[in-house]
């Protein structure tokens, strides 16, 4: 993302404020691994989407009509001593001339100016709780401002939410946004069927999470977009399974979720597939009925729907697909009605996608599903998990499936970023027996 791209989202978010009000945002702190070693620092998703500043120990100021400039950036100073050791700092410079900042000041004078940028105003946009050892200090300013009320200084009256601004703007991905949504799409789409290629019966799951991170880095995605999911047989029937530590077995699938992060936007692909390279009966069964749920999803994504139509759409050709094979008994309405697909489905049918694998924005608005416009990233991922219920036939113990991809709104109805990655039974069969 280039400057003008950050500017643009500040101005939208000043237009938000209106007059006589501040926001303020300060960065997360770092996060310690153990002892004297720290995680990769990534900064909030809602700070960069503003700044694009990737540093710790930062806070964002944006004062609407400020004549001297309305976007301050507090952050570290320029130290060599420390740089020699952790890397290069931006500095008040840095802050101004690469990051577009109008005006930059130490993170060591917060406390002697943010008191003075506070007095006067009517209205504050913060979030509490995001980072509490933050939430400290600014209450501190705060209480200090109506302390010194018969001094004559005036305190804000109110506090705002300043992620649910942030939120609706962050909705709506814009065409940078989009680009760099597709790049991530399409280094996942290539490293799930890099992962279809390598996977062979004996094989660890974690030997196939190693191929697909392999891919994310070789092409300019630093990490994943979240813990990736490789999970072989039983194990893929645990919803967020993460431990990837089992042998893959013959005839068994493996369930594959795992997305790049590209430029700080995330993809989210889910691909089933057998081990083997051949599906079973049942397993392609099962595998079509969930395929199909999907497809009929997908088709409800479009502008005007509302957000719960593509998971209604998935819940019926689920529900009759359980019927169809004897898995549910009874009439397909009242299944629907009293949830007993939920047995073999329980999850939803997408979330929101952007900075975050489960992006912000609200799901209801009054009350209401919100309705789908153009801009908006879900994904699709319907699924069917049978683990090994008694009154269930053993042939479909211990299958689980899920398929996901990420669907952007467009004006005429949607576009499937990750379309490419391979779902059909016999797409899937035909590149695993290539490999062989």
């Known amino acids: 993302m280039n400057t003008k791209e950050f500017a643009k989202r500040r101005q939208h978010l000043i237009d938000l404020m209106g007059p006589n009000s501040i926001a303020v945002l300060p960065s997360v702190p770092v996060?310690?691994?153990?002892?004297?070693?720290?995680?990769?620092?990534?900064?909030?998703?809602?700070?960069?989407?503003?700044?694009?500043?990737?540093?710790?120990?930062?806070?964002?100021?944006?004062?609407?009509?400020?004549?001297?400039?309305?976007?301050?950036?507090?952050c570290r100073e320029r130290d060599l001593s420390k740089e020699i050791w952790d890397g290069y700092r931006?500095?008040?410079?840095?802050?101004?001339?690469t990051f577009g900042a109008d005006d930059s000041y130490p993170i060591s004078d917060l406390?002697?100016?943010?008191?003075?940028?506070?007095?006067?105003?009517?209205?504050?946009?913060?979030?509490?709780?995001?980072?509490?050892?933050?939430?400290?200090?600014?209450?501190?300013?705060?209480?200090?401002?109506?302390?010194?009320?018969?001094?004559?200084?005036?305190?804000?009256?109110?506090?705002?939410?300043?992620?649910?601004?942030?939120?609706e703007l962050r909705l709506y991905k814009s065409g940078a946004e989009i680009k760099a949504m597709?790049?991530?799409?399409?280094?996942?789409?290539?490293?799930?069927?890099r992962a279809m290629q390598f996977t062979q019966v004996g094989k660890w799951e974690y030997q196939v999470e190693a191929e697909i991170i392999h891919e994310f880095m070789k092409n300019d995605c630093r990490s994943p977009a979240y813990p990736s999911i490789v999970g072989g047989g039983e194990n893929g029937c645990i919803l967020h399974y993460i431990e990837n530590n089992h042998k893959l077995k013959n005839n068994d699938l493996l369930l594959i979720d795992a997305g790049a992060e590209?430029?700080?936007?995330?993809?989210?692909?889910?691909?089933?597939?057998?081990?083997?390279?051949?599906?079973?009966?049942?397993?392609?069964?099962?595998?079509?009925?969930?395929?199909?749920?999907?497809?009929?999803?997908?088709?409800e994504v479009k502008p005007s729907n509302h957000w719960n139509q593509p998971h209604e759409a998935a819940i019926r050709v689920i529900t009759q697909g359980l019927l169809d094979i004897g898995l549910l008994k009874g009439n397909l309405e009242i299944l629907i009605k009293e949830e007993k697909y939920r047995e073999f489905y329980m999850h939803r049918t997408g979330h929101w996608l952007g900075m975050d694998v489960h992006d912000v924005g609200d799901y209801k608005v009054g009350?209401?599903?919100?309705?789908?416009?153009?801009?908006?990233?879900?994904?699709v991922e319907p699924g069917l998990y049978i683990r090994n219920p008694k009154h269930i036939d053993k042939k479909w113990h211990f299958i689980g499936i899920r398929i996901e991809d990420d669907v952007l709104v467009t004006k005429t109805g949607n576009e499937v970023l990750t379309e490419a990655a391979p779902k059909e039974v016999d797409e899937i069969e035909a590149l695993m027996a290539d490999n062989k």
């Open 90 to 97: 931006a500095g008040q410079e840095g802050a101004v001339d």
């Open 262 to 299: 590209y430029d700080y936007y995330a993809a989210d692909i889910t691909r089933t597939f057998p081990v083997n390279g051949k599906f079973t009966a049942c397993q392609k069964t099962l595998y079509n009925i969930v395929l199909e749920a999907q497809k009929a999803a997908i088709a």
């Open 182 to 193: 597709r790049t991530a799409a399409k280094v996942s789409t290539d490293a799930h069927i």
């Open 31 to 74: 996060a310690n691994r153990n002892r004297d070693v720290d995680y990769i620092y990534r900064s909030d998703s809602s700070f960069h989407y503003l700044s694009g500043f990737d540093e710790p120990d930062a806070v964002i100021v944006i004062i609407p009509g400020r004549p001297h400039g309305e976007y301050l950036l507090f």
């Open 367 to 379: 009350g209401e599903w919100r309705v789908l416009e153009p801009g908006m990233v879900l994904t």
């Open 111 to 167: 406390d002697d100016i943010l008191s003075g940028l506070l007095e006067g105003k009517e209205k504050v946009y913060y979030t509490m709780g995001n980072v509490p050892t933050f939430d400290q200090r600014m209450v501190g300013w705060l209480n200090h401002l109506r302390n010194a009320s018969r001094q004559g200084m005036h305190s804000p009256t109110e506090i705002i939410e300043l992620e649910h601004s942030l939120n």
